[in-house]
């Protein structure tokens, strides 16, 4: 984008928690003619955009406790701490399962398995998840700086209560503590969920919130 242009060019990851490539593709010749595929797109896009005056450059930024993940009820994480034991078994009886991977699993069947057993014991309730958001704005333009992996429908939802022409979904910032789904992809499960979510449904609508009224603050 840089040689084709002339024009210095930052990167940054959008809400793309659940949006994968077109095509399939693994090692590092893919992920290489991916970028030049998306580099030649942005190029193109690059020669129709029009410049715009920026009068001004705030930003605000909140602390806040995000409330944890542990099931949707004691029924569902009873339900996936039994699925999560049962597929160790499985890669523990694959002579190709390496160790590493091993030991994945194995972190796992306890993490399910303290989620099922706090809902019986309050002192095992994972924590609050303490995390950092933030919001640009230079002129016009706005960026909500996303403290982890969301999926593309909160971006959306971001987007949208910003009184601002042109917003931008920033996500990784600062932090990262797995994904972050749409409320209706809980009940479904799937990696993004069951292995790699620390927060419960309702910090969506906290962590939405907070950045429609930080936008607010730097009208």
């Not at 190029?43 to 005056?53: D, E, S």
């Not at 890669?91 to 194995?106: G, H, V």
Request: charged share 20%; glycine share 6%.
């Amino acid at each position: 984008m840089q040689q084709t242009t002339g024009a210095p060019c930052l990167f940054w990851q959008g809400a793309s928690g659940d949006v994968n490539p077109i095509l399939p593709e693994a090692g590092y010749e893919a992920a290489r003619t991916l970028g030049m595929r998306l580099g030649c797109e942005a190029a193109k896009l690059w020669h129709y955009a029009q410049p715009v005056q920026a009068d001004c450059v705030k930003a605000a930024r909140r602390l806040v406790n995000l409330p944890p993940y542990h099931g949707l009820s004691q029924a569902h994480a009873t339900r996936k701490a039994a699925e999560m034991a049962a597929e160790l078994e499985v890669i523990k009886s694959n002579p190709a399962s390496t160790t590493e991977l091993i030991d994945w699993y194995k972190a796992q069947v306890e993490r399910t398995a303290r989620n099922r057993d706090s809902w019986t014991n309050p002192a095992l309730t994972p924590p609050a998840v303490p995390t950092e958001q933030q919001a640009f704005r230079l002129g016009e333009l706005a960026w909500a700086g996303v403290p982890t992996e969301i999926f593309s429908s909160i971006g959306m939802q971001i987007k949208k209560n910003s009184p601002y022409p042109h917003t931008f979904i920033a996500t990784h910032a600062n932090d990262y503590f797995g994904y972050l789904p749409a409320p209706d992809a809980y009940p479904e499960g799937g990696y993004e969920v069951d292995e790699s979510c620390a927060v419960a449904p309702e910090g969506i609508t906290l962590l939405v919130d907070n950045f429609t009224a930080m936008f607010q603050e730097i009208r």
